[in-house]
Protein backbone atom coordinates (compact mmCIF):
# COMPACT_ATOMS: atom_id res chain seq x y z
CA UNK A 1 0.00 0.00 0.00
CA UNK A 2 3.00 2.59 1.04
CA UNK A 3 4.76 1.69 -2.31
CA UNK A 4 1.72 2.47 -4.21
CA UNK A 5 1.21 5.51 -2.87
CA UNK A 6 4.66 6.22 -3.77
CA UNK A 7 4.25 5.28 -7.06
CA UNK A 8 1.07 7.50 -7.80
CA UNK A 9 2.85 10.47 -6.47
CA UNK A 10 5.85 9.98 -8.23
CA UNK A 11 3.07 9.58 -11.15
CA UNK A 12 1.45 12.54 -10.49
CA UNK A 13 4.00 15.06 -9.82
CA UNK A 14 5.91 13.77 -13.09
CA UNK A 15 3.10 14.22 -15.08
CA UNK A 16 2.05 17.87 -13.64
CA UNK A 17 5.78 19.07 -14.21
CA UNK A 18 6.13 17.66 -17.99
CA UNK A 19 2.85 19.78 -18.23
CA UNK A 20 4.59 22.74 -16.77
CA UNK A 21 7.17 22.70 -19.05
CA UNK A 22 4.95 21.90 -21.78
CA UNK A 23 3.00 25.36 -21.04
CA UNK A 24 6.38 27.19 -20.94
CA UNK A 25 7.28 26.31 -24.74
CA UNK A 26 3.92 27.04 -25.52
CA UNK A 27 1.00 28.97 -23.52
CA UNK A 28 3.45 30.53 -22.13
CA UNK A 29 5.32 31.72 -24.72
CA UNK A 30 2.72 33.48 -25.88
CA UNK A 31 1.91 35.70 -22.75
CA UNK A 32 5.33 36.61 -21.75
CA UNK A 33 4.94 36.05 -18.06
CA UNK A 34 8.17 36.97 -15.75
CA UNK A 35 10.64 34.15 -16.90
CA UNK A 36 12.26 34.97 -13.32
CA UNK A 37 9.08 33.43 -11.02
CA UNK A 38 8.27 30.90 -13.94
CA UNK A 39 11.33 29.35 -13.72
CA UNK A 40 11.11 29.13 -9.85
CA UNK A 41 8.13 26.83 -9.99
CA UNK A 42 9.68 24.97 -12.77
CA UNK A 43 12.56 24.58 -10.31
CA UNK A 44 10.54 23.94 -7.71
CA UNK A 45 8.46 21.29 -8.66
CA UNK A 46 12.19 19.66 -10.86
CA UNK A 47 13.39 19.13 -6.83
CA UNK A 48 9.61 18.03 -5.79
CA UNK A 49 9.93 15.51 -8.90
CA UNK A 50 13.47 14.66 -6.94
CA UNK A 51 11.74 14.12 -4.13
CA UNK A 52 9.40 11.74 -4.85
CA UNK A 53 11.87 9.60 -6.99
CA UNK A 54 13.84 9.10 -4.35
CA UNK A 55 11.32 8.55 -2.02
CA UNK A 56 10.29 6.10 -4.78
CA UNK A 57 13.57 4.43 -4.40
CA UNK A 58 14.17 3.78 -0.48
CA UNK A 59 11.82 0.98 -0.59
CA UNK A 60 14.31 -0.78 -2.92
CA UNK A 61 17.50 0.80 -1.88
CA UNK A 62 20.00 0.04 1.30
CA UNK A 63 21.26 3.39 2.18
CA UNK A 64 19.13 6.28 3.61
CA UNK A 65 17.97 8.99 1.36
CA UNK A 66 14.79 10.52 4.25
CA UNK A 67 17.17 13.41 4.37
CA UNK A 68 17.62 14.16 0.79
CA UNK A 69 13.31 13.31 0.50
CA UNK A 70 13.23 16.16 2.97
CA UNK A 71 15.49 18.98 1.64
CA UNK A 72 13.62 18.18 -1.62
CA UNK A 73 11.01 18.70 -0.60
CA UNK A 74 11.39 21.65 1.54
CA UNK A 75 13.56 23.22 -0.67
CA UNK A 76 10.70 22.80 -3.32
CA UNK A 77 7.77 23.93 -1.81
CA UNK A 78 9.81 26.94 -0.67
CA UNK A 79 10.53 27.76 -4.47
CA UNK A 80 6.86 26.65 -5.45
CA UNK A 81 5.49 29.09 -2.57
CA UNK A 82 7.10 32.24 -3.36
CA UNK A 83 6.55 31.39 -7.38
CA UNK A 84 2.38 31.49 -6.10
CA UNK A 85 3.11 34.64 -4.24
CA UNK A 86 5.15 36.63 -7.29
CA UNK A 87 1.85 34.93 -9.75
CA UNK A 88 -0.89 35.85 -7.42
CA UNK A 89 0.46 39.51 -7.17
CA UNK A 90 0.46 39.55 -11.19
CA UNK A 91 -3.19 37.91 -11.68
CA UNK A 92 -4.08 41.08 -9.29
CA UNK A 93 -2.83 43.40 -11.54
CA UNK A 94 -3.70 42.08 -14.57
CA UNK A 95 -7.37 41.43 -12.90
CA UNK A 96 -7.03 45.59 -12.49
CA UNK A 97 -6.06 46.46 -15.62
CA UNK A 98 -8.74 44.65 -17.18
CA UNK A 99 -11.04 46.18 -14.84
CA UNK A 100 -9.63 49.52 -15.94
CA UNK A 101 -10.09 48.27 -19.91
CA UNK A 102 -13.92 47.47 -18.96
CA UNK A 103 -15.25 49.98 -16.95
CA UNK A 104 -12.47 53.34 -17.74
CA UNK A 105 -11.97 55.78 -20.20
CA UNK A 106 -8.10 55.29 -22.01
CA UNK A 107 -7.39 58.75 -22.62
CA UNK A 108 -9.07 60.99 -19.69
CA UNK A 109 -8.90 58.31 -17.06
CA UNK A 110 -12.53 58.66 -15.45
CA UNK A 111 -15.29 56.25 -16.43
CA UNK A 112 -16.15 54.95 -19.65
CA UNK A 113 -19.85 54.74 -20.62
CA UNK A 114 -19.95 50.94 -18.90
CA UNK A 115 -18.61 52.10 -16.30
CA UNK A 116 -20.81 54.83 -15.57
CA UNK A 117 -24.08 52.14 -16.37
CA UNK A 118 -22.36 50.08 -13.32
CA UNK A 119 -22.31 53.29 -10.97
CA UNK A 120 -25.91 53.86 -11.73
CA UNK A 121 -26.76 50.32 -10.72
CA UNK A 122 -24.88 50.52 -7.58
CA UNK A 123 -25.87 53.68 -6.29
CA UNK A 124 -29.39 53.21 -6.62
CA UNK A 125 -29.01 50.24 -4.32
CA UNK A 126 -27.37 52.58 -2.01
CA UNK A 127 -29.08 56.16 -2.23
CA UNK A 128 -32.73 57.61 -2.46
CA UNK A 129 -31.94 60.31 -4.48
CA UNK A 130 -29.26 61.85 -6.35
CA UNK A 131 -28.75 63.74 -9.73
CA UNK A 132 -27.71 62.56 -13.23
CA UNK A 133 -25.72 64.75 -15.29
CA UNK A 134 -24.69 65.29 -18.58
CA UNK A 135 -22.17 67.33 -19.92
CA UNK A 136 -20.95 68.64 -23.35
CA UNK A 137 -17.79 70.57 -23.61
CA UNK A 138 -18.34 73.48 -25.95
CA UNK A 139 -16.24 74.81 -28.79
CA UNK A 140 -14.42 71.19 -28.92
CA UNK A 141 -14.86 71.43 -32.86
CA UNK A 142 -13.35 75.16 -32.79
CA UNK A 143 -10.56 74.33 -31.20
CA UNK A 144 -9.76 70.92 -33.02
CA UNK A 145 -10.27 73.14 -36.50
CA UNK A 146 -7.40 75.90 -35.17
CA UNK A 147 -5.38 74.40 -33.07
CA UNK A 148 -5.30 70.48 -34.04
CA UNK A 149 -6.66 67.60 -32.81
CA UNK A 150 -3.41 67.07 -29.87
CA UNK A 151 -4.85 70.44 -28.58
CA UNK A 152 -8.14 69.00 -28.58
CA UNK A 153 -7.24 66.38 -27.00
CA UNK A 154 -5.53 67.79 -24.01
CA UNK A 155 -8.70 70.29 -23.61
CA UNK A 156 -10.64 66.88 -23.20
CA UNK A 157 -8.73 65.72 -20.66
CA UNK A 158 -8.01 68.78 -18.63
CA UNK A 159 -12.17 69.32 -18.79
CA UNK A 160 -12.89 65.80 -17.50
CA UNK A 161 -10.35 66.92 -14.85
CA UNK A 162 -11.62 69.72 -13.82
CA UNK A 163 -15.69 67.91 -13.49
CA UNK A 164 -14.51 65.44 -11.67
CA UNK A 165 -12.42 67.56 -8.83
CA UNK A 166 -15.69 69.90 -8.67
CA UNK A 167 -17.94 66.70 -8.45
CA UNK A 168 -15.80 65.51 -5.40
CA UNK A 169 -16.00 62.80 -3.33
CA UNK A 170 -20.03 63.40 -3.67
CA UNK A 171 -20.14 62.49 -7.70
CA UNK A 172 -18.62 60.39 -10.51
CA UNK A 173 -18.07 61.16 -13.57
CA UNK A 174 -17.54 59.32 -16.94
CA UNK A 175 -16.59 59.74 -20.80
CA UNK A 176 -19.88 58.76 -22.63
CA UNK A 177 -18.51 60.34 -26.21
CA UNK A 178 -16.23 62.45 -27.68
CA UNK A 179 -16.54 65.36 -25.39
CA UNK A 180 -19.54 64.08 -23.90
CA UNK A 181 -19.62 63.38 -20.28
CA UNK A 182 -22.20 62.29 -17.66
CA UNK A 183 -22.34 61.84 -13.71
CA UNK A 184 -24.01 60.71 -10.61
CA UNK A 185 -23.84 63.28 -8.07
CA UNK A 186 -25.36 62.36 -4.37
CA UNK A 187 -27.12 65.21 -3.81
CA UNK A 188 -30.48 66.93 -4.24
CA UNK A 189 -30.07 70.08 -3.83
CA UNK A 190 -30.48 72.23 -6.72
CA UNK A 191 -28.95 75.35 -5.55
CA UNK A 192 -25.69 73.51 -4.30
CA UNK A 193 -26.07 71.98 -8.21
CA UNK A 194 -26.05 75.70 -9.83
CA UNK A 195 -22.91 76.39 -7.84
CA UNK A 196 -21.58 73.09 -9.32
CA UNK A 197 -22.49 74.04 -12.62
CA UNK A 198 -20.39 77.89 -11.93
CA UNK A 199 -17.62 76.13 -10.79
CA UNK A 200 -17.25 73.57 -13.76
CA UNK A 201 -17.64 76.52 -15.93
CA UNK A 202 -14.79 78.57 -14.41
CA UNK A 203 -12.62 75.94 -14.39
CA UNK A 204 -13.23 75.42 -18.04
CA UNK A 205 -12.68 78.97 -18.53
CA UNK A 206 -8.91 78.51 -17.35
CA UNK A 207 -8.44 75.89 -19.69
CA UNK A 208 -6.71 78.04 -21.77
CA UNK A 209 -5.76 81.04 -19.96
CA UNK A 210 -9.11 83.02 -19.22
CA UNK A 211 -10.83 82.03 -22.46
CA UNK A 212 -14.38 81.76 -22.73
CA UNK A 213 -14.97 78.43 -23.25
CA UNK A 214 -17.75 76.95 -21.01
CA UNK A 215 -19.75 73.24 -20.48
CA UNK A 216 -23.16 72.74 -21.35
CA UNK A 217 -24.89 71.24 -18.87
CA UNK A 218 -28.30 69.30 -17.93
CA UNK A 219 -29.27 66.67 -15.21
CA UNK A 220 -32.00 64.88 -13.79
CA UNK A 221 -33.35 64.02 -10.92
CA UNK A 222 -33.16 59.91 -9.70
CA UNK A 223 -37.05 59.00 -8.50
CA UNK A 224 -38.71 62.88 -9.16
CA UNK A 225 -37.84 62.63 -12.83
CA UNK A 226 -37.62 58.71 -13.25
CA UNK A 227 -36.01 55.74 -12.10
CA UNK A 228 -34.96 53.82 -15.53
CA UNK A 229 -31.57 55.25 -16.64
CA UNK A 230 -32.23 55.76 -19.99
CA UNK A 231 -35.24 58.04 -19.17
CA UNK A 232 -33.08 59.78 -16.64
CA UNK A 233 -30.05 60.24 -19.06
CA UNK A 234 -32.42 61.09 -21.90
CA UNK A 235 -33.58 63.74 -19.72
CA UNK A 236 -30.36 64.87 -18.58
CA UNK A 237 -29.24 65.39 -22.17
CA UNK A 238 -32.72 67.62 -23.09
CA UNK A 239 -31.27 69.66 -20.34
CA UNK A 240 -28.00 69.82 -21.17
CA UNK A 241 -28.80 71.06 -25.22
CA UNK A 242 -31.34 73.24 -24.05
CA UNK A 243 -28.44 74.95 -21.89
CA UNK A 244 -25.95 75.10 -24.64
CA UNK A 245 -29.06 76.89 -27.13
CA UNK A 246 -29.27 79.15 -24.38
CA UNK A 247 -26.05 80.16 -24.80
CA UNK A 248 -25.63 80.34 -27.96
CA UNK A 249 -28.80 83.02 -28.06
CA UNK A 250 -27.08 84.85 -25.38
CA UNK A 251 -24.40 85.49 -27.41
CA UNK A 252 -26.49 86.38 -30.17
CA UNK A 253 -27.60 89.33 -28.35
CA UNK A 254 -24.22 90.72 -27.77
Avoid: W
Avoid at 49 to 55: A, D, H, K, S, Y
Avoid at 132 to 148: A, P, R, Y
Amino acid sequence: MILLTKITLLLFSSIFFSYILYMKSHSFKKIEPRKCSLNLMIIGMAFIVVGEFLNFISSFVKYRVDIYVSFCFILGAILFVIFAIIFLNSVDNTLKCLYGCVYEDAMTGVYNRNGIKKIFKDTINKEDNFFVMSFDLDETKIINDNFGHLVGDEYIISAARAIKEVLGAKGVVGRTGGDEFAAIYISTDQEELKKVKTHINKRASEIFNGSNINISMGFSTYKKDGKNMKELFDLADKRMYQDKKNKRKADQRF
